[in-house]
């Protein structure tokens, strides 16, 4: 499918945005993914394969929001190109995050790392939207304050934000699964005294999942993950995205299986 750039801009540092209008409608829910590669106007083998990007919003217009970072040559094309032109989209692609069954929960607690952010503001929107009055709380992580993305529209659906940054530069010095065990480590929740009965969202590297799972596993509390993978096809076919299962019969496929995943379904000590 085709979908023409209405803006292309950078939000700060290597982190730029796409706001597109894909040529068909696109239906999708918080979670899920597109595949991305720069239209006919570019050779098709250079990039020869297409990237994977989360989807950062969809618009009540039919337009699609990507958030991404600059880091080699296609994202580089990517934020080279201009308004108007095309490029070739495939998706929505797997499954998105699961938002029914959080009613019983008292808090919800978002956990985002650098470009982790990209599905997460959907997300809150999302719940936000369904359940006006639920305590939701977002941890925010970065190496610095350039890796801070989405700050004000974060604050502007959610009951508070809490900053973390590695040097220091804005908000709570350290990583931003420090900030989320100093947090439930005040009057923490027990698999026999769920005492905020939270459940906890979160998207990053996947140093800072298994951490949020080796926070929360001895505590009770109910975990999704959105896992972040390279991908060549986003349809199962190259085999690239495996995960390991924590139940240990094999792998999952991130684009098939995911990205979204239970925290406690998915083996991310290795990675």
């Known amino acids: 499918m085709k979908a023409k750039i209405i803006s292309n801009s950078c939000v700060k540092g290597p982190y730029y945005k796409f706001i597109l209008k894909p040529l068909a409608l696109v239906k999708s829910v918080p979670g899920q993914f597109l595949m991305i590669r720069p239209g006919s106007s570019y050779s098709p083998s250079d990039p020869l394969l297409p990237r994977p990007f989360s989807i950062h919003r969809a618009t009540a217009d039919g337009n699609i929001e990507v958030l991404y970072k600059r880091v ?19 998706g929505p692609l797997g499954n998105g995050f699961v938002i029914d069954g959080i009613a019983a929960a008292k808090e919800v607690l978002v956990v985002a790392g650098g470009i982790g952010v990209a599905p997460m503001l959907g997300l809150v929107e999302a719940v936000r939207a ?17 890796d801070l993305l989405c700050v004000e529209e974060l604050k502007a659906v959610s009951t508070k934000v809490i900053l973390a940054t590695n040097d220091g530069t804005m908000g709570f010095k350290g990583y931003v699964t420090e900030a989320l065990e100093k947090y439930l480590s005040h009057s923490p929740p027990t698999p026999h005294s769920p005492l905020r009965n939270p459940i906890i969202y979160a998207c990053g590297p996947s140093p800072m999942l298994q951490r949020v799972s080796e926070i929360t596993e001895p ?23 495996a995960v390991r299962r924590r139940d240990g019969k094999g792998y999952y496929l991130v684009c ?7 925290g406690e379904s998915v083996d991310l000590s290795g990675t």
Do not use: H
Request: charged share 25%; net charge negative; aromatic share 8%.
């Open 72 to 90: 080699g040559k296609g994202t580089a094309i990517l934020a080279s190109l201009s308004v108007e032109e095309e490029l070739e989209i495939l």
């Open 130 to 146: 369904s359940y006006p009055e639920k305590e939701i709380r977002v941890f925010l992580g970065g190496r610095g304050e350039t």
């Open 219 to 241: 505590l009770g509390i109910e975990t999704y993950f959105s896992l972040e993978a390279n991908m060549a096809c986003g349809i199962g076919l190259c085999m690239g995205c």
């Open 256 to 262: 098939m299986d995911g990205p979204v995943f239970r």
